[in-house]
């Protein structure tokens, strides 16, 4: 071998550059999923917090607003373990007349995360709607 022969030094770097490369493409993938895990958690807050502005008592406003995250999140396709849905503030009468919805998920990110990161992360997204004051009598 001759000095300056670059034969094979084009495989010694794919070799080094591969797996940097292979570790990115995971890492942006990873990135993608968490943004999109926590837009449907706030997706799923604004849809409970919608029905249970419907609602004309609190416990009516949390059942719907269960049903409503829970179907959101289910077309969306996150699946959680637990997803806790709160009515925190149900305020009916004026001048509030607002109803407060928070959305805990604990979603199973193992099918993109690497190693050293939590397989599971927790998103949680709270929204805020006006109580309707036109609805009829819970639903």
């Not at 008592?57 to 709160?86: F, R, W």
Request: hydrophobic residues 45%; contains cysteine.
């Amino acid at each position: 071998m001759r000095w300056g022969d670059d034969r094979g030094s084009v495989a010694t770097e794919m070799a080094i550059v591969a797996p940097v490369l292979f570790m990115l493409l995971m890492l942006v993938i990873f990135a993608g999923r968490v943004t999109d895990a926590q837009h449907q958690v706030l997706a799923a807050a604004g849809a409970a917090a919608r029905a249970a502005s419907h609602q004309s008592n609190a416990v009516d406003a949390e059942a719907a607003a269960e049903a409503a995250a829970e179907l959101n999140l289910k077309d969306g396709g996150l699946t959680c373990t637990p997803a806790n849905t709160d009515v925190i503030d149900f305020e009916p009468d004026p001048p509030a007349g607002l109803v407060r919805v928070e959305v805990s998920c604990t979603a199973n990110l193992s099918g993109v995360a690497l190693p050293g990161i939590l397989q599971e992360q927790t998103f949680t997204a709270e929204a805020t709607e006006v109580i309707d004051r036109y609805r009829g009598t819970g639903g």
